[in-house]
């Protein structure tokens, strides 16, 4: 069964730190691999997309890397700031867009 | 701008009032698709379509009906809504080989 996990499911570190939020996926065969990120009662917003020939993709403080042979992507945020305190989901595609499975996330706590 | 809409943003309804959700995109994106997110069971895939004409189950579509008659539109039904479907249901579309771009979220209780 395909299945996707992020642990931990809720952290809360001090602002400046540099932090990584983990998730593993259970079949290795994924065309791509995304990170989001969700603010209480709102939608889902895009973070970084890793096509499954990448190993990692960057985007401000934010670095995405994506490890097929062990099952495993980690979302590193450095600096952390208060404002990136959300829920982190991982979300796996394993069929172009069509079969999509999403970890059930990690609450990211920044503290002042 | 290129957005998801979804509409309504919230309903609250009674068991077994035929109701639709509707979601627009204006990316002409192929792919659609329709999730629930429940506390603690994340997000799941409840049907998506591949273009116009072209849906196919996801993991959990008991209950629902969805349709692409436009290639921007997805509506989902819920032909008899049960409160086993409170939750909040999110609208997705891509190019089914970018990045997924998802709606702000339809908050429905079914008493």
Redesign the interface.
């Known amino acids: 069964k395909q299945e996707v996990t992020q642990i931990p499911a809720a952290l809360s570190v001090p602002e400046g730190e540099n932090l990584v939020l983990n998730c593993s996926f259970t079949d290795s065969a994924i065309y791509?691999l995304?990170w989001?990120r969700q603010d209480p009662?709102?939608?889902?917003?895009?973070l970084l997309?890793i096509q499954s020939s990448q190993r990692e993709q960057t985007s401000g403080r934010l670095n995405a890397s994506l490890d097929k042979s062990s099952g495993r992507s980690t979302l590193y945020i450095a600096a952390s700031q208060p404002g990136d305190s959300a829920t982190y989901?991982c979300?796996v595609d394993y069929s172009?867009?069509?079969?999509?499975?999403?970890?059930?996330?990690t609450r990211l706590s920044i503290r002042p | 701008e290129a957005q998801v809409t979804q509409n309504p943003r919230y309903l609250i309804t009674v068991t077994g009032k035929k109701l639709t959700v509707t979601c627009s995109q204006n990316m002409n994106h192929e792919y659609m698709s329709w999730y629930r997110q429940d506390p603690g069971l994340g997000l799941r895939q409840i049907y998506y379509s591949m273009n116009v004409e072209v849906t196919d189950k996801g993991d959990v579509p008991e209950g629902y009906k969805v349709s692409r008659k436009e290639k921007r539109n997805f509506p989902l039904i819920l032909e008899s809504p049960s409160p086993n479907q409170t939750s909040l249901y999110f609208c997705a579309s891509s190019t089914g080989v970018d990045t997924q771009y998802f709606g702000p979220g339809t908050r429905l209780t079914v008493l």
């Open positions: 791509n995304q989001f009662g709102k939608g889902l917003t895009s997309l989901l979300a172009s867009a069509s079969k999509i499975i999403f970890g059930s996330g």
